[in-house]
């Protein structure tokens, strides 16, 4: 089953009194288990289509399905729940929170609003620490789990990130540039890393990047070029059928 689907996904911005088409008749399809790359130049629509599965914005025309539901059709509520219980996200910049350390930022998603959102918060405390210690071993993390961000590598702040997109055991993971702000190899190595959390744990990612090194790592790669697709291919032995 398609987990997120785009169907003839239009974004109009108003620039000024021009109008600008960051995605143009856009669609394709994300199996559970998909590795997706949104590879293509800065300006191409790859934030734009991430923040619409996202449902961090809207299409102007077009459906965004995710788990078969059409985003459009969701109250504000339903869309809240969806991104708490469904959907993890990792950015660019990090976005962890300075005063806490390695473990509390990873823990910090089940913390929040979970009484009326977080499906996790019966579970027994003894578990969410187990799962919390396990992602924290699966990312590399053991030695440095009560550091604080401004003590790690960009690459180690990266590997907090991906931990705590996770803690709420999401079906989907949204990457924004994850590799942006890393050099070259390091990149390469959380986009792996990120790969071997989707084979584990079957969680569907899809990230955004310009450089073709992490685009080789993806297994479906959808290519855009001013709001449209110019490519599309599966690679590493995938094939549209998964
Ligand atoms: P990418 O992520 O590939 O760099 P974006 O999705 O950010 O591309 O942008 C696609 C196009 O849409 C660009 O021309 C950009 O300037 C335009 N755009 C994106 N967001 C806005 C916005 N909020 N207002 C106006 N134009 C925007
Ligand atoms: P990686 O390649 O694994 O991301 P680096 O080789 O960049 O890590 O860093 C090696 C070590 O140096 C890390 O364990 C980290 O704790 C420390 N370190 C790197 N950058 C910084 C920084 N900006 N501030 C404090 N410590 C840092």
């Known amino acids: 089953m398609a987990v997120i689907k785009l169907d003839s996904v239009t974004k109009q911005y108003a620039l ?65 729940r969806l991104r708490h219980q469904k959907l993890g996200f990792i950015f660019q910049s990090f976005n962890l929170i300075p005063v806490l350390n390695v ?43 009560i550091n604080r961000p401004n003590e790690l590598s960009g690459g180690q702040r990266q ?32 986009i792996a890393l990120m790969h071997q959390m989707n084979q584990e744990l079957g969680t569907t990612f899809v990230f955004s990047t310009h450089d073709p090194r992490v685009v080789e790592i993806a297994d479906h790669v959808v290519k855009l070029q001013d709001g449209t697709i110019i490519d599309e291919y599966f690679q590493n032995g995938k094939s549209a059928t998964g």
């Not at 399809?29 to 191409?44: E, T, V």
């Not at 929040?112 to 003894?126: E, I, R």
Request: proline share 5%.
């Open 16 to 80: 000024g009194n021009t109008l600008v088409k960051a995605l143009n008749d856009v669609s394709f399809a994300a199996h559970a288990g998909d590795f997706i790359a949104l590879s293509g130049p800065s300006g191409s629509g790859k934030s734009t289509a991430l923040n619409l599965i996202g449902c961090i914005d809207a299409p102007t025309s077009g459906q965004v399905e995710i788990n078969g539901i059409i985003t459009g059709s969701m109250s504000e509520v339903e869309i809240t």
């Open 103 to 145: 473990r509390e930022n990873i823990e910090f998603p089940l913390l929040l609003d979970s009484s009326k959102h977080n499906p996790y918060a019966n579970w027994a405390p003894a578990e969410q620490q187990d799962w919390i210690n396990h992602l924290i071993e699966q990312v590399g993390l053991a030695d440095r789990r």
């Open 159 to 190: 590997r907090v990130a991906i931990a705590r997109a996770l803690v709420t055991k999401p079906s989907i993971v949204l990457a924004d540039e994850p590799t942006a702000n890393l050099d070259s190899k390091t990149g390469a190595q959380i």
